[in-house]
C-alpha cells in the first residue's frame, strides 16, 4: 500500500522537501463528477457569446453533439442540425459499439441511418457521458485533445469568467483538438461546443508559438494591434526547436551565475568583500471571521470568509557590524475612519479609494530604499539588486491572498507568481517611480513545515513569544464596537467553533490578562499582537543568515530551504575550506582562485589514450539511455567515430581549466 501511495500520489513543491518516511493516517476522499448530458433552461445566455453552439436533443448526448458539430464544422459551410444530429449517433453507436446500420467511416454520415430507429432504446437509457471514467477512452478512440472550460457567475461580465478547467488527451500531429463549455448546477451538468476560444475567455493566444497572450479589448486598441503584429512575425517563422550553445562550454553552476552579486566578486578576485543580506521586512495581517455558512454543493459548505483588520511590519535596517535595528509599523482599518486619512493618501499620491493596505505598501516602498542604502556595496561596479525581501509566516497560503487587491496599482506592477494562485512561493512588486523591488516569500519555506510558535522556540531568542488574540468573535459588524473597549476578553470567549474546545489553555489565559495590563484598551493590544507577530519573525530569519553565512550563501537570495540546499552543493565546490570540519583540516582543499593555473599539475602525469573497447562500450551506453529516454538515436556518435574522437582526445585540451586529458582528469 505505501508502495502505490508513493507511485500514483500527485507530487507538489511542498512535497519535494519532505521525505516520506510512514504513513499513521490516512484518509481517502472520492468525488463523483454527474454525468453530462442533461438540457438546462439557462444555456441561452451563453450562447448569446456567438462562440458557444449547442443543439437540442431529447437524449444526453451533448458531449457526442459537440464533437460532431466540431466535424461537420470543419467540412460543411453551413452546418444543418439534422445532419449533426444524425452524425450524432454515428459517433455514439461508434463509441459505444453498438450494432446497427450507424456505420461511422472516415466521419461521414450515413444517409441510411436517418431511418434507422434500433439505437432510440439505447438512446433513451443512456444516463449521460461519465467524464472521471470515459474520458481517456473517448480522447484515445477519436485522437482528440479534449479542453474543459467552466462558467464563474461571480465574475460575470469581466475577464476571468470563462476559465480552463481541465485538459485531457495527448497532443500529436493528427490529434484534434475539441473545445467544450461545462455548464453545472451542482445537481446537472450540460457541455457546449466552443467554436472560438479567445472570443469565449477575452484572451488572446498566439496560434503559432502558444507563449504570447494579450487580453481581448475593445478600448485598448493598440494591445490588439501588438499581438496582430506579433502573430504575423510568429507565422513566418518554423517554431523549430533549436539548442544555443555558448562559443565556450560555461561550468555548470547556476548557484553562482544566478547571483551577480557573487559572479562578479569571484570574477574580480574579490570575494573577501561578499556579505549577505542582512535587511528585510516581516509582515502579518489579522483578519475578521463572518460566519456565511453557505452551501457551495451538497458536500461543500462555507463556513465563514476572511477580510482584512489590519497589517503590521517589522523593518530590519542592518549596521556594518552585524548589529541591526527595528521599525516597527502598524495600519489598521480604524485608519480610514481618520480625519488625515485622505492627506496620507496624497502624500503617497495614492487614489481617494485606495484601502490601507495601499497605504501600506506605499510606505513599505518608501522604507525598502532605506534598507537598500544600509546593504548596498561602497563601491558601486559591484551589482546589487534594488530589491527587498518582505517575509510572511505561511503567507504562500494566506497572507498574499489578501495582499492580491493592493499589488494591482497605478503606482506599482506586479510580475509573474511563482508558484499557484492557491500557494504563491512568490511574487514581485515593482514600483514605477523608484524602481524599487519588493519581492514577497514565505518565511516558512526557510524552516519548514512548522508554526510560527515552534519556530520562534526551535530557532529564535527564548525571551520572545507568541502572544494569544480573539479571532472568531470579531466581525464586519462589530469590530468598530469590541475592539475600543478596555477590558480585556473573557475566558469564555475564547471557545472556538472550529476548533471545538478553547483555542488557548487557562495558563496562556492569565499570561494574557498580564498582557493586557499594559495598554488602554482592546485596540492597542490588537496593535502589540499583531506587530509582536511580526518582530519575532526576525530573530529566527538572523540566525539562518548567519548560519549560511558561513558558507558564503545569501539566504535571502532564495525563496526556501531546498533552494539553500541546493547551492550549497555547488559552493562547496568552489569554496572547500568553507566546509572543513575540525576531523578534516589535515586534509585542506584551497578556494577558487579565478587568476590561478589549473592545467595539470604533474606534467609527468600518464596522458588519456582513447582504446577501441572503451569507446564501444561508451557508444553503446549512450544508445541504451537514449533509447529508454525516448530520444533519437540516429544523430549519435558511433563506433565509427573511434579514429576521429581519438586524435581529438589526443591535439586537444579542456577549454574551461586550459589542462590536457588524462586518467586523473578525463575527457
Avoid at 578 to 607: C, G, H, M, R, W
Wanted: with cysteine; charged share 25%; aromatic share 14%.
Amino acid at each position: 500500500m505505501f508502495k502505490q501511495l508513493r507511485e500514483m500520489m500527485e507530487m507538489t513543491y511542498e512535497d519535494t522537501k519532505n521525505l516520506i518516511v510512514g504513513i499513521f493516517n490516512v484518509m481517502f476522499a472520492t468525488y463523483k463528477l454527474v454525468d453530462t448530458g442533461t438540457r438546462m433552461p439557462y444555456l441561452d445566455k451563453h450562447v448569446k457569446q456567438h462562440s458557444v453552439h449547442y443543439i437540442d436533443s431529447d437524449y444526453k448526448i451533448c458531449f457526442f453533439i459537440a464533437l460532431a458539430y466540431k466535424i461537420r464544422s470543419g467540412i460543411d459551410t453551413k452546418v444543418d442540425h439534422h445532419s449533426v444530429i444524425t452524425f450524432t449517433k454515428q459517433l455514439f453507436a461508434y463509441y459505444y459499439r453498438v450494432k446497427g446500420r450507424y456505420q461511422l467511416f472516415e466521419y461521414l454520415y450515413n444517409d441510411k441511418a436517418k431511418k434507422d430507429q434500433s439505437l432510440n432504446k439505447y438512446l433513451q437509457n443512456y444516463q449521460g457521458f461519465n467524464i472521471s471514467t470515459e474520458m481517456t477512452q473517448f480522447t484515445d478512440t477519436f485522437n482528440l485533445v479534449v479542453n474543459i472550460f467552466t462558467y464563474h457567475d461571480e465574475l460575470e461580465g469581466k475577464t476571468g469568467q470563462y476559465r480552463l478547467f481541465n485538459s485531457y488527451g495527448q497532443l500529436n500531429n493528427e490529434s484534434m483538438t475539441l473545445d467544450l463549455l461545462l455548464i453545472s448546477d451542482g445537481s446537472e451538468q450540460h457541455v457546449m461546443y466552443v467554436s472560438n476560444v479567445e472570443k469565449l475567455t477575452g484572451v488572446l493566444i498566439c496560434p503559432y508559438c502558444h507563449d504570447y497572450v494579450t487580453i481581448l479589448s475593445d478600448t485598448n486598441k493598440r494591445a490588439n494591434e501588438y499581438f496582430n503584429t506579433h502573430v504575423e512575425k510568429c507565422k513566418s517563422s518554423t517554431h523549430e526547436p533549436s539548442i544555443l550553445l555558448h562559443d565556450v562550454p560555461m561550468p555548470i553552476c547556476p548557484a553562482i551565475l544566478n547571483h551577480p552579486t557573487v559572479e562578479y566578486l569571484m570574477a574580480n578576485g574579490l570575494m573577501d568583500q561578499f556579505k549577505v543580506q542582512r535587511g528585510f521586512i516581516t509582515y502579518d495581517f489579522e483578519t475578521l471571521s463572518d460566519q456565511v455558512m453557505k452551501n457551495i454543493t451538497d458536500q461543500t459548505t462555507l463556513l465563514s470568509q476572511l477580510s482584512k483588520l489590519s497589517i503590521a511590519s517589522t523593518e530590519v535596517y542592518p549596521n556594518r557590524d552585524k548589529s541591526y535595528e527595528l521599525v516597527k509599523r502598524c495600519y489598521m482599518l480604524f485608519d480610514e475612519l481618520s480625519d488625515n486619512y485622505q492627506e496620507q493618501l496624497e502624500a503617497y499620491e495614492l487614489p481617494s479609494n485606495s484601502s490601507f493596505v495601499h497605504l501600506w505598501l506605499a510606505q513599505t516602498f518608501e522604507s525598502a530604499e532605506q534598507i537598500y542604502e544600509c546593504m548596498r556595496y561602497d563601491d558601486e561596479n559591484i551589482p546589487f539588486d534594488r530589491c527587498v525581501k518582505v517575509l510572511g509566516w505561511n503567507s504562500s497560503r494566506f497572507d498574499i491572498a489578501l495582499l492580491w487587491d493592493a499589488l494591482d496599482c497605478e503606482l506599482w506592477t506586479m510580475g509573474a507568481p511563482i508558484g499557484s494562485l492557491n500557494n504563491t512561493k512568490s511574487i514581485t512588486v515593482t514600483h514605477k517611480k523608484s524602481h524599487m523591488k519588493l519581492q514577497f516569500i514565505d518565511a516558512e519555506n526557510l524552516f519548514g513545515p512548522m508554526s510560527l510558535k515552534a519556530c520562534v522556540n526551535d530557532y529564535g531568542d527564548k525571551t520572545e513569544h507568541k502572544d494569544v488574540f480573539l479571532y472568531e468573535l470579531i466581525n464586519s459588524k462589530n469590530w468598530n464596537e469590541l475592539l475600543v473597549k478596555t477590558e480585556p476578553f473573557k475566558y469564555e470567549y475564547f471557545k472556538s467553533q472550529l476548533k471545538g474546545g478553547y483555542s488557548i489553555t487557562k495558563d496562556e489565559y492569565d499570561q494574557y490578562l498580564i498582557e493586557f495590563k499594559r495598554f488602554t484598551n482592546r485596540l492597542e493590544f490588537l496593535k502589540y499582537y499583531n506587530t509582536n507577530d511580526t518582530e519575532i519573525m526576525v530573530k529566527p530569519l538572523m540566525n539562518l543568515i548567519d548560519t549560511f553565512e558561513q558558507f558564503n550563501i545569501d539566504v535571502l537570495h532564495y525563496i526556501s530551504i531546498a533552494s539553500c540546499a541546493y547551492a550549497t552543493k555547488h559552493y562547496s565546490t568552489y569554496f572547500p575550506s568553507k566546509f572543513n570540519l575540525e576531523s578534516d583540516k589535515q586534509t585542506y582543499y584551497s578556494d577558487f582562485d579565478i587568476n590561478a593555473d589549473y592545467s595539470n599539475p604533474n606534467p609527468n602525469v600518464k596522458p588519456f589514450e582513447l582504446t577501441v573497447g572503451y569507446w564501444k562500450s561508451k557508444c553503446n551506453h549512450y544508445k541504451q539511455q537514449d533509447y529508454k529516454a525516448g530520444r533519437e538515436t540516429e544523430k549519435n556518435v558511433t563506433a565509427d567515430d573511434y579514429d576521429y574522437y581519438k586524435q581529438l582526445f589526443e591535439t586537444s585540451v579542456c577549454s574551461i581549466c586550459n589542462a590536457k586529458f588524462a586518467y586523473d582528469n578525463l575527457p
